[in-house]
T-cell receptor
Framework: DAGITQSPRHKVTETGTPVTLRCHQT?????MYWYRQDPGHGLRLIHY???????DKGEVSDGYSVSRSKTEDFLLTLESATSSQTSVYFC?????????????FGAGSRLTVL | GQNIDQPTEMTATEGAIVQINCTYQ??????LFWYQQHAGEAPTFLSY??LDGLEEKGRFSSFLSRSKGYSYLLLKELQMKDSASYLC??????????WGAGTKLIIKP
């Protein structure tokens, strides 16, 4: 068990408000990821982190920022939420499994922007 | 561009066998993954292929042909709990994962 928890699990907010999603892991994994999942699309990488204060953009980073001040916490912030950011957000860590770097996902955070 | 194609939805009968195909066009190849995702839950890792051939793991097997840009996931002795979406993902030359949109598998009694 990779010990990943996401909070909040569900959130409804209004357009223009800031939103922060939190991902917490308990096993000291170096790599952490934020994905969004939308119907008809594959999982899309928003941002990832390869260590404390070390982050990089994914394919859909516009409108999102991240921070990692501690190994165990990776925060995703929507500075001013838009309806296009209504989605399910998954945090993930990377760990070695059978010679591959396998992603283990948190339970997801469902965000609705009205 | 990079692309992963898999059928949107498939239906199969409990106890039968089903094959879910995945074709890919990516910038380089560093492995192919299959994940299972039950409705409302997170994806979970099923299998990994980096060399051509078949990898068997219980009722599930995964096949890879790198020359054809093709993989399939084979599920045998289907059970109702196998109703889920199956996600194909390829790691490209930059070690980034490219994901397919997933195949929703419906199992009927």
């Amino acid at each position: 068990d990779a010990g990943i928890t996401q909070s909040p699990r569900h959130k409804v907010t209004e357009t223009g408000t800031p939103v922060t999603l939190r991902c917490h892991q308990t096993e000291n994994h170096r790599y952490m990821y934020w994905y969004r999942q939308d119907p008809g699309h594959g999982l899309r990488l928003i941002h990832y982190s390869y260590g404390v204060k070390d982050t990089d953009k994914g394919e859909v980073s516009d409108g999102y920022s991240v921070s990692r001040s501690k190994t165990e916490d990776f925060l995703l912030t929507l500075e001013s939420a838009t309806s296009s950011q209504t989605s399910v957000y998954f945090c993930a860590i990377s760990e070695s499994h059978s010679g591959a770097n396998v992603l283990t996902f948190g339970a997801g955070s469902r965000l609705t922007v009205l | 561009g990079q692309n992963i194609d898999q059928p949107t939805e498939m239906t199969a009968t409990e106890g039968a066998i089903v094959q879910i195909n995945c074709t890919y066009q990516t910038s380089g190849f560093n492995g192919l993954f299959w994940y299972q995702q039950h409705a409302g839950e997170a994806p979970t890792f099923l299998s990994y292929n980096v060399l051509d051939g078949l990898e068997e793991k219980g009722r599930f097997s995964s096949f890879l042909s790198r020359s054809k840009g093709y993989s399939y996931l084979l599920l045998k002795e289907l059970q109702m709990k196998d109703s889920a979406s199956y996600l194909c993902a390829v790691m490209d030359s930059n070690y980034q994962l490219i994901w397919g949109a997933g195949t929703k598998l419906i199992i009927k009694p």
